[in-house]
């Protein structure tokens, strides 16, 4: 069964630390594999996706991924935090639901940013 | 246009109203979607519209009923909630019917709240 795992469910760094947000996934085939940002009770904005190809994605706001199929990871790095990129990220893989023709997303758990000034 | 827009931002019903939660997109999103997130929780799936058609009900009560008008219009229809159904509701959209390889662009949020 698909399922997305982030470890940490809270994460606080220091303005212009680097940072690191792990997530794992359990999926049969290739996967789909996304990030989103959610500030406080706004919606979900997109930061980078893998779909295949090079394995380092880079997204917006200075964010990028690593896809390690051998680890089952797609883990969010930026080397420089700015305290706006406080917020809840989700990691989310693309995969087939039970009983439908129909992809849907996935999603881990989140992990909260705090960044201090 | 890249936006999806969801009215109204806020929403404060009593367990006997009836209300509505309107969902936009004119980017010719073929794919509509309904999520409920409770607060510190990712987003759950609650219905999925393919080419105007109901293609996923993830065992959805019945007194959130969703509708979907024409291809750039989702709606989704209230009525009896209880307040455990406070939540934030998001809706989405992806260009394709297969999210797999695309993806979905969300809207800020309806933020309900069931007295």
């Known amino acids: 069964a698909q399922s997305v795992t982030q470890p940490d469910i809270h994460i606080t760094v220091s303005e212009g630390a680097s940072l690191e947000l792990r997530c794992n996934y359990s999926?049969?085939?290739?996967?789909?594999l996304f990030w989103y940002v959610q500030s406080p009770g706004q919606g979900l904005q997109l930061l980078l996706k893998?779909?295949?190809?090079?394995?380092l994605v880079q997204g917006i706001k200075g964010f990028e991924a690593e896809f390690k199929r051998s680890q089952s990871s797609f883990n969010l790095r930026k080397p420089s935090v700015h305290w706006s990129d406080a917020a809840e990220y989700f990691c989310?893989?693309?995969?087939?639901?039970?009983?439908?023709?129909?992809?849907?997303?996935?999603f881990g758990r989140g992990t909260q940013l705090t960044v201090w000034p | 246009d890249t936006e999806v827009t969801q009215t109204p931002k806020h929403l404060v019903m009593g367990m006997t109203n009836k209300k509505s939660l309107k969902c936009e997109q004119h980017?010719?999103?073929?794919?509509m979607y309904w999520y409920k997130q409770k607060a510190k929780k990712p987003p759950e799936l609650m219905f999925v519209?393919?080419?105007?058609?109901?293609?996923i009900n993830e065992s959805v009560p019945s007194r959130f009923s969703p509708e979907c008008p024409n291809s750039s219009l989702l709606n989704l229809h209230l009525h009896a909630l209880q307040p455990e159904d406070s939540a934030l509701y998001l809706c989405?959209?992806?260009?394709?019917?297969?999210?797999?390889?695309?993806?979905?662009?969300f809207g800020q949020g309806t933020r309900l709240t069931v007295v």
């Open positions: 989405a959209s992806s260009p394709r019917d297969r999210v797999l390889n695309t993806e979905a662009f």
């Open positions: 999926y049969g085939a290739t996967p789909y």
């Open positions: 893998y779909f295949s190809g090079d394995t």
């Open positions: 989310a893989v693309g995969a087939m639901g039970r009983g439908s023709t129909l992809g849907r997303l996935y």
């Open positions: 980017m010719g999103h073929r794919a």
């Open positions: 519209y393919s080419y105007e058609k109901l293609s």
